[in-house]
């Protein structure tokens, strides 16, 4: 039987931070994620421990927009147990801890190539409404970034001549 509680242990980001192994998921970043960041991103959204049986088998979080009851999706079913129906007989779940936060409106971003998401999304009702492309430029290398973190932060604590 499915069950949904709020991640609050150690155990819980232990467990998100696996799933984000980019062998379970097709998010735009495939990367690992650390539990610091993992952590850290959790106290800025809701992140629910999905199980069977008392056996953990997936995440999903609703991340609040600044304006608005809205919120954004994202979902992780783990691997071994994705294709088995687990995201289809989620949504009355996810609807369920959405109102109760008082959100009106669900967004999500699936990646245009991601055929398995994109129809269970839009077979729970999800319309598709926008196709971006995302781009980046790095602007610093990490160990100068670091540095001028360091920096600013030294230069904040001296006094002015
Ligand atoms: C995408 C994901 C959430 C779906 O969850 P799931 O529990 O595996 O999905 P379900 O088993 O409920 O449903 C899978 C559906 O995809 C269909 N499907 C399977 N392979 C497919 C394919 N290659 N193309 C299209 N549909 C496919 C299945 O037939 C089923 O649909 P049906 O119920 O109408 O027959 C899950 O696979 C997952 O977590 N993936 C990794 C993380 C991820 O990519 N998250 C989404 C980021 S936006």
Do not use: C
Not at 30 to 42: M, N, Q
Not at 71 to 89: E, F, M, P, S, W
């Amino acid at each position: 039987m499915i069950s949904i509680k709020l991640a609050t242990t150690i155990g819980d980001y232990t467990y998100i931070a696996y799933l984000y192994n980019p062998g379970n998921n097709k998010f735009l970043i495939r990367k690992k994620v650390s539990l610091a960041e993992i952590t850290e991103e959790g106290k800025y959204r809701f992140d629910y421990i999905i199980s069977n049986n008392s056996q953990p088998i997936g995440w999903f979080a609703l991340m609040p927009w600044k304006i608005g009851k809205k919120a954004t999706l994202v979902l992780i079913i783990d691997r071994k147990n994705q294709g088995k129906g687990v995201a289809t007989a989620l949504w009355p779940h996810i609807i369920k801890k959405a109102k109760k936060k008082g959100f009106t409106k669900l967004f999500l971003e699936v990646l245009v190539d991601h055929e398995v998401a994109r129809h269970v999304y839009r077979k729970a009702g999800f319309r598709e409404i926008a196709t971006v492309v995302k781009m980046e430029k790095i602007i610093a290398k990490r160990g100068q970034r670091d540095r001028e973190k360091t920096g600013r932060l030294f230069n904040l604590g001296q006094k002015k001549a």
